[in-house]
């Protein structure tokens, strides 16, 4: 079978993790090898300068912490590439379209953003989960960092989202509403788009 590349995107708390978890589920109940991958990778050391970027730690301007997550994602490409190459559903906990949609959330180019991420493996399919900016941060009251924090620059991630879904032609899926409702959703998109039964 061929390996399949599959990015979730969207802002913090629009459930993510737990749909990225529910596609690997679904994806292993029909015999598929799956792995499965959340950026930023807070282990590496390369993690861990943008883990103090986002907590007051590192004063990184946006064009370097932007390209720190580029290269959080490199320090993986030769384990995507090993996994793919075997046939396995690879699932991203965000993925290239993040550095876009918040670099351009504070000024930078978009073009740019997208350009020096070139070389990564490409996404076969890109899911946004799309929740409005006030929902997003009810859902998580505390502990917010600086980017969970900024409502104005959420509500500019979440255009810069919906602008490169429908450049792009990504899977759009309404995340306000019940976790199953949206696995459903994504399953059957995923499904559609992919060609798989």
Request: aromatic fraction near 8%.
């Amino acid at each position: 079978m061929n390996g399949l590349l599959i990015a979730f995107e969207g802002m913090d708390q629009s459930g993510k993790e737990t749909q990225a978890r529910r596609l690997r589920e679904w994806f292993e109940a029909r015999g598929r090898q799956v792995e499965s991958i959340g950026f930023p990778d807070y282990e590496t050391h390369i993690g861990q300068e943008i883990w103090k970027g986002l907590h007051g730690e590192r004063d990184y301007g946006a064009d370097t912490i932007q390209l720190l997550y580029i290269a959080n994602r490199h320090e993986w490409k030769p384990k995507i590439h090993e996994w793919l190459a075997t046939g396995r559903v690879v699932i991203c906990d965000r993925y290239t379209a993040s550095s876009v949609a918040y670099g351009e959330a504070q000024g930078l180019d978009a073009r740019w953003l997208s350009s020096i991420q070139a070389y990564l493996p490409q996404a076969d399919a890109t899911v946004l989960l799309d929740i409005a900016p006030e929902v997003a941060a009810a859902r998580k009251a505390k502990g917010r960092d600086r980017f969970e924090s900024d409502l104005p620059m959420l509500g500019r991630v979440r255009s810069s989202y919906l602008r490169q879904a429908a450049d792009l032609a990504w899977l759009v899926v309404d995340a306000a509403r019940s976790v199953d409702a949206v696995a459903a959703d994504v399953a059957t998109s995923v499904a559609t788009r992919l060609g798989l039964r």
